[in-house]
């Protein structure tokens, strides 16, 4: 797909059916809109109104029952109380499905709509399809207009979509626009947030153990797309904290690792003094769920300005589009652009679609009817699919050699020390396909290695290095032409051939083939010792390098889109690491890991550590790092960083790393005392330019407590820690006073 993708069409190429919703409308007083039921408003006299009593036959309705938690910062009046939630499900149908359309009072159809024990009918062929949750906005239903039109355009897609009434007035009766009476009714309003994420995982356990069900859902497949409120609720079964209060602290609700991808139309991220995810939307960070939000500029429900801070800290795949005009709701001008955006998403990060995802990683814009410009954009980079490889590059500075390999055994070797070491990787990667099973049009690399025997004299046959060629003209030529290198009488090859490592496609016309990427080859010609080559996708590294020879494109890679860490990371001691890296980080440079990062995609991209990430020493001798602050970055289109890591020391007892040695990234700590650390830390300690400062070294100091130490900090150490972290950066003498004391308090530093 281009950058300016065509629209996909509304009406997908199946049909749609729904579950039972059948209601008997004669149990509703003169004149009171059924609505009133679906949104679950209250009567005058504040008995609640719910679906639940007008269904006629709730035996054969999908309905939810969870119990709120014992937390009373989240669930208010109604923790550790049951919970009821009626549920629509819409799927896609075979045509031969006859079942009749449910009339509502409005004349608007639920189509094909089963009653009484009726299964679903799901498409010819159907076996196990994807799922999403629905979760509409604040004050509506499934059953209003642009929600049951949504459900119907996914499930004509091929998804099955269930969505749950959450019938938000049950718990509060005010609008979004009315901060004031938010305010005074806090408790309520973060209930009424907090219960729509569990409501979402409870439709996902009905439809995973319905016996209609349990069978035809694919639970590998599953994601949520949500407007306004609901846009927020997406975020919300992915980990993000919810503000508990008028302070603006947070929790985090739930997190449902079921949830593979999220879509959030005009999503609610907060308005004036009331964010969603507490401060800043901070409680936005260190949630990896794929997230598309999809925002208008005229939105003064929910602005475009918090989705943006809050989408830029999440730590996984994300994207915004901006609707340029668009107030809060569903334009007809806009639908093509808004599912254009909401079903690639999802075929990317739901369906697990690998063509879905290369055309996220592109597309800019919808040729539709609406002006969405992308604001940001970032795709994670996926793992190696079935049928690919990723070759790793590393370096062997006393040869000065480069070495390229797909081979996962020889990685780990090579990873793990052999040849005393002197092979380091260099952070550059690239894929490539596999050689069993590659598609159409692809060739095996011939791997050669110089043949490893000697003349009576001494002399090496072939050289000490390696040489790749995809070209089957030179291939054989190696092959052929080398094999007559007379030894003391005998014959042998000069290069021996050892394997075909990988698959790519040629280049044609001194250019690679649309869907694919460049990879270039350089020369040394033998001026430094033995011949070498190197292979890179950036063309300008290779150029650069003096007294190399610049061989141009040599193969055609898949594309690949983002960036992410290389593995493992070197180590650099202060004043050894690499003059021209950017800083990140405000570590007291203990840990210090070198991170070269290539961007391989022709947009900008970032690479983003969250706060609390651990990095492990290879060697057990040397200390563990851990970043105390969410790091980020930018690298440029087909550009190549350096970074270097300042982290903080999770291992008092161990020495500082010297240079070369390696780490592994490791998961986010399940600390809470370190995560409590890091949010008091983070952005708050000082320039990553700078050398630490008297907050960082309370920082590391407080870490050391939790690691080495009583294993937690004390409220009065605690206290003293954010007082210093508050302190004003000019007021040395208050920092160091504030210092002293607290390492006075600590365990570690006392005798």
């Avoid at 007083?29 to 008995?47: F, H, K, N, T, Y």
């Avoid at 937390?71 to 939630?85: E, M, S, V």
């Avoid at 949630?287 to 005229?298: D, R």
């Avoid at 990427?517 to 001026?527: H, I, P, S, V």
Wanted: hydrophobic share 40%; charged share 15%.
């Amino acid at each position: 797909m281009p950058a300016e993708a065509m629209p996909r069409p509304l009406a997908g190429p199946h049909p749609v059916a729904c579950s039972n919703i059948e209601q008997d409308y004669g149990r509703i007083p003169s004149g009171e809109p059924i609505a009133l039921w679906w949104e679950g408003v209250p009567r005058d006299d504040g008995s609640g109104r719910y679906l639940t009593e007008l269904l006629t036959d709730p035996a054969n309705t999908l309905i939810a029952r969870f119990t709120a938690p014992d937390d009373r910062d989240l669930f208010g009046p109604w923790r550790d109380q049951t919970l009821t939630y009626v549920l629509l499900a819409c799927y896609p149908t075979s045509a031969a499905n006859a079942r009749a359309d449910y009339a509502l009072p409005d004349g608007r159809l639920v189509p094909r709509m089963q009653r009484g024990a009726e299964p679903p009918v799901l498409p010819d062929g159907a076996t196990r399809l994807p799922l999403v949750v629905l979760s509409h906005g604040y004050a509506g239903s499934p059953l209003g207009d642009a929600y049951l039109r949504s459900m119907a355009v996914f499930a004509s897609h091929g998804y099955v979509v269930v969505a749950p009434f959450h019938a938000d007035a049950r718990y509060a009766t005010f609008g979004l626009d009315n901060v004031s009476a938010m305010l005074l009714q806090f408790e309520r309003y973060t209930a009424l947030q907090a219960t729509r994420p569990l409501s979402a995982s409870a439709a996902l356990d009905v439809m995973i153990a319905h016996p209609h069900w349990r069978d035809r859902v694919d639970t590998a497949r599953i994601g949520i797309f949500g407007a306004s409120l609901g846009g927020e609720t997406a975020l919300l079964v992915g980990g993000a904290e919810l503000t508990t209060s008028v302070t603006l602290s947070s929790k985090r609700v739930v997190l449902d690792p079921r949830f593979k991808g999220a879509v959030g139309y005009v999503p609610y991220f907060g308005q004036r003094i009331l964010p969603a995810y507490g401060r800043d939307n901070r409680g936005t960070e260190n949630v990896t769920l794929p997230y598309l939000a999809i925002s208008g500029t005229a939105d003064i429900v929910a602005p475009i300005g918090p989705a943006e801070d809050g989408v830029h800290r999440l730590d996984g795949s994300r994207a915004l589009v901006a609707l340029n005009g668009t107030e809060h709701g569903l334009r007809e001008l806009d639908a093509p652009d808004v599912f254009t955006w909401a079903l690639e998403w999802l075929d990317a990060f739901v369906a697990d679609d690998r063509a879905a995802r290369a055309r996220v990683s592109r597309m800019q814009r919808v040729a539709g009817g609406g002006d969405d410009v992308l604001r940001i954009d970032y795709v994670a980079p996926s793992a190696a699919a079935p049928g690919e490889r990723i070759a790793i590059e590393y370096h062997n500075a006393a040869l000065d050699h480069y070495f390229i390999s797909a081979d996962p055994g020889e990685l780990a070797v090579l990873d793990g020390g052999a040849f005393g070491g002197a092979w380091k990787r260099t952070g550059a990667t690239f894929p490539a396909w596999d050689v069993s099973g590659s598609p159409a049009g692809t060739v095996p690399v011939c791997r050669f290695f110089g043949t490893d025997k000697y003349r009576s004299n001494g002399s090496r046959i072939g050289p000490n290095s390696h040489f790749y060629t995809a070209d089957p003209a030179e291939c054989d030529y190696v092959k052929v032409a080398w094999q007559s290198i007379a030894n003391d009488g005998m014959s042998y090859p000069a290069w021996t051939f050892e394997s075909n490592a990988f698959a790519v496609k040629l280049p044609v016309g001194g250019a690679c083939p649309a869907g694919t990427q460049a990879l270039y080859r350089t020369y040394n010609d033998g001026a430094r010792g033995d011949p070498n080559h190197r292979y890179s996708q950036q063309a300008a590294t290779l150029q650069a390098m003096a007294g190399w020879v610049f061989e141009g494109i040599v193969m055609c890679l898949p594309q690949s889109q983002g960036v992410s860490l290389p593995s493992p990371l070197p180590a650099c001691e202060e004043g050894e690491c690499p003059a021209s890296s950017t800083a990140l980080g405000n570590g007291v440079r203990l840990v210090n890991l070198i991170a070269t990062v290539t961007n391989n995609s022709g947009t900008a991209q970032e690479i983003v550590i969250p706060r609390g990430q651990t990095f492990t020493s290879v060697d057990t001798a040397y200390q563990d790092g851990m970043a105390a602050e969410r790091l980020q970055g930018t690298i440029g289109p087909g550009a190549t960083r350096t970074f270097v890591l300042y982290l903080f020391c999770i291992n008092l007892d161990r020495d500082p790393p010297p240079t070369g040695a390696l780490y592994l990234p490791g998961p986010v700590t399940g600390n809470a005392q370190l995560l409590d650390i890091a949010s008091l830390a983070d952005g708050k300690i000082g320039s990553a330019a700078d050398p630490a400062t008297l907050k960082a070294t309370g920082v590391q100091w407080a870490i050391w407590e939790v690691t080495d130490g009583l294993g937690s900090l004390n409220a009065t150490q605690r206290n003293l820690l954010v007082s210093l972290i508050a302190a004003t950066p000019d007021d040395f003498a208050g920092q160091f006073s504030l210092l002293q004391q607290l390492q006075a308090s600590l365990t570690i530093l006392t005798p």
